[in-house]
Nanobody, 124 residues
């Protein structure tokens, strides 16, 4: 069994930065592909970023490309999402997710375990 726990959310002004963390317990996070998703009120959950187990390749949603960076610390079983130049439209609950596949996907249906989410609010 795998448990994921996000942290690092909060309130920030537009243009500011936050770093989200996702700690994986039960299994080493390096053995899986990991993704970040977000869900704003009244909207569907959407893909943000992902890192593949094989080769550590990364992929990003167009809306965050160049501003967000996903990374992994295998020694700590933790995946991070560094968010810079935040915009009010980035406001959402952010979730990390684990996928058994060797290559991370953008479809939330592919992911097997989810964290409880952390709120990110960007004020204008």
């Amino acid at each position: 069994q795998v448990q994921l726990e996000e942290s690092g959310g909060g309130l920030v002004q537009a243009g500011g930065s936050l770093r989200l963390s996702c700690a994986a317990s039960g299994r080493a996070s390096s053995r899986y592909s990991m993704g970040w998703f977000r869900q704003a009120p009244g909207k569907e959950r959407e893909f943000v970023a992902a890192m593949s187990r094989i080769g550590g390749g990364t992929t990003y949603a167009d809306s965050v490309k160049g501003r967000f960076t996903i990374s992994r610390d295998n020694a700590k079983n933790t995946v991070y999402l560094q968010m810079n130049s935040l915009k009010p439209e980035d406001t959402a609950v952010y979730y990390c997710a684990l996928d058994f596949s060797p290559v991370a996907g953008t479809d939330p249906q592919q992911y097997d375990y989810w964290g409880q989410g952390t709120q990110v609010t960007v004020s204008s």
